[in-house]
C-alpha cells in the first residue's frame, strides 16, 4: 500500500514537472517572439514602452490554456463578439434576455454557460451574471487580444497588442503590432460600426504609419456593415488633405474583393463579414502578389 502510494505521488510530480517544462519552454518562445518583434521595432529607432495589458481583458489573467484556447475559438464568430459588448455594457447585473439583440436566446444560453465554466462570468442569483473581472472598460483590448492570438495561431507569426512606444509624435498606441514574414504589420483595431469612428482616427492612423513605418498596416473594423460608404470615404479625404487633388493618382483607394480596400496593397481598409481570419489572409496574400511601398 504504502508502495502504491508512493508510487502514486511519484507519477504527479512527475506529470507536473512535465507541464512546468512545457510552460517553461512557451514562455521561451514568447520571449523570442517579442524580441524579434522588439528587433523590428528598435531598427527604425523606437523602443517599445507597453504592451500585452492582461488587465483590460474580458478574462481573468488565470485562465488556462485550454480555456483560452476555447475562447479564442468562440471569438471567432461575430455573434459572440457582439454578445460580449452587451455584456461589458451590462457588466454588473445582467440576464440571458439581456444578450438577445443579436443572437437567440438557445445561443446566448450557450454562450453564458461556456463563460460561466471558463470563469468569465459569476452567478449572481438564479438567472443572473455579472463579469468576473470588474470594471471593463471597454471590448477594445480583447478584441486586439483576438487579433494578436491570430496572428500567432493562424500565421504562425508572433504578436502583441496594446502597445505603447516611445518617442512618437502620433503618440505612440498601436493596436497591434506583429512579425509576419520578417514583415512589421501594424494593425489598427476597431471595434465600434463606422458611424463611431471619426475622421481625427483615420488621421491618427496615418500618422501612425508614418512614425512606426510598417511593412503593412491595416484598418480593422469588426463589422459586417459597408466600408464603402464611411470610411473609405474618410480616407479619401486625409489622402486628400495630405496630398491634394492628385491623391487619386498616387493613392487610391481600391476595392481588393468586397468590402476589403486597399492602398498601393501596402495599406488595407478591412471588415469582419463573412470571416476575420480569411480577410486578413486575403491582404496578407495580396501584400505578397502585389505589395508597393509605404511612403
Known amino acids: 500500500m504504502k508502495y502504491d502510494k508512493f508510487h502514486q505521488e511519484l507519477r504527479s510530480i512527475w506529470r507536473k514537472l512535465e507541464d512546468l517544462s512545457k510552460e517553461i519552454s512557451n514562455l521561451k518562445l514568447l520571449c523570442e517572439d517579442i524580441l524579434t518583434i522588439e528587433k523590428l521595432i528598435q531598427s527604425r529607432g523606437i523602443k517599445i514602452f507597453k504592451k500585452n495589458p492582461e488587465d483590460r481583458l474580458i478574462f481573468p489573467p488565470s485562465l488556462s490554456d485550454t480555456q483560452k484556447n476555447r475562447f479564442y475559438e468562440m471569438m471567432k464568430k461575430y455573434s459572440f463578439r457582439l454578445l460580449l459588448r ?103 483595431v476597431k471595434s465600434s460600426p463606422p458611424k463611431g469612428i471619426e475622421l481625427g482616427e483615420i488621421t491618427t492612423f496615418f500618422s501612425r504609419i508614418e512614425d512606426l513605418l510598417p511593412d503593412i498596416a491595416i484598418l480593422f473594423n469588426d463589422t ?70 509605404l511612403r
Open 86 to 188: 452587451d455584456i461589458i455594457k451590462k457588466q454588473n447585473q445582467f440576464r440571458i434576455d439581456d444578450l438577445t439583440h443579436y443572437c437567440s436566446q438557445r445561443v446566448a444560453k450557450r454562450y453564458c454557460h461556456d463563460l460561466y465554466q471558463m470563469g468569465i462570468i459569476l452567478r449572481k442569483h438564479r438567472g443572473i451574471y455579472k463579469t468576473t473581472i470588474s470594471p471593463i472598460y471597454s471590448f477594445g483590448p480583447t478584441l486586439e487580444w483576438f487579433i494578436a492570438e491570430m496572428f500567432k495561431r493562424e500565421f504562425s507569426s508572433p504578436a502583441i497588442y496594446g502597445v505603447s512606444l516611445k518617442k512618437t509624435s502620433s503618440g505612440g498606441d498601436y493596436d497591434v503590432i506583429s512579425s509576419w514574414n520578417q514583415r512589421l504589420i501594424y494593425v489598427e
Open 224 to 293: 459586417q456593415l459597408r466600408m464603402k460608404d464611411k470610411l473609405v470615404v474618410m480616407f479619401e479625404e486625409e489622402l486628400f488633405r495630405r496630398y491634394g487633388k492628385n491623391f487619386k493618382k498616387i493613392y487610391p483607394v481600391e476595392r481588393l474583393v468586397e468590402e476589403l480596400f486597399h492602398i498601393k496593397h501596402r495599406i488595407f481598409i478591412i471588415n469582419s463579414k463573412k470571416d476575420v481570419v480569411e480577410n486578413f489572409k486575403i491582404c496578407l496574400n495580396d501584400y505578397l502578389r502585389n505589395g508597393g511601398r
